[in-house]
């Protein structure tokens, strides 16, 4: 009986150690689904511009702190929309447009950053947007307008436009 038990035991650790490497490296050698990976950015992008949408009609203020949801100026906005979906962002424009990687203008997704210049910056980044698909972007600019929508087509912001970069 001891060396029945005996074999049985072998046999079974073997099977067990045999299971354990070929579904352990199955799981470290095969690539993760393109179509998972897909699914998990657009759902990201989606929890993001929910999140932005929330504070439409929030006031813009020029330098507005990054420990309230009260007012927001474009940085702070985007900083904060990134951070509450665990996503570092620094605090401003130029600082952001350093993330991630650049992406064209004609290929755009849901939830790119969208940097642009300004009537006052001499063509440098000043101004940054979220992509929410549709040709729209949510962005807060100048008092009075605060946290709003724009399309990114019309003619201030194309002739604007100087980069977007993809952060997830």
């Known amino acids: 009986m001891n060396f029945t038990f005996k074999k049985l035991t072998t046999k079974f650790l073997a099977v067990g150690l045999g299971l ?3 579904f352990s490296t199955a799981a470290t050698v095969l690539p993760l689904s393109h179509s998972v990976y897909a699914m998990s950015t657009e759902r990201k992008a989606i929890d993001l511009i929910n999140t932005a949408k929330v504070y439409v009609g929030r006031p813009y203020q020029f330098g507005a702190p990054t420990n309230t949801t009260r007012v927001f100026d474009c940085s702070s906005f985007t900083k904060y929309v990134f951070g509450h979906n665990s996503i570092y962002l620094p605090r401003n ?3 952001q447009s350093k993330m991630g990687y650049a992406v064209s203008f004609n290929n755009l997704k849901k939830g790119d950053l969208l940097f642009y210049s300004t009537a006052g910056s001499n063509g440098r980044i000043a101004h940054v947007g979220i992509y929410m698909g549709g040709g729209t972007m949510i962005h807060t600019y100048k008092k ?7 399309k990114i087509n019309s003619s201030y912001w194309r002739a604007h436009f100087i980069t977007a970069r993809r952060v997830f």
């Open 20 to 22: 354990t490497i070929v």
């Open 93 to 95: 424009t130029t600082q």
């Open 144 to 150: 009075g307008v605060g946290v709003t929508y724009s």
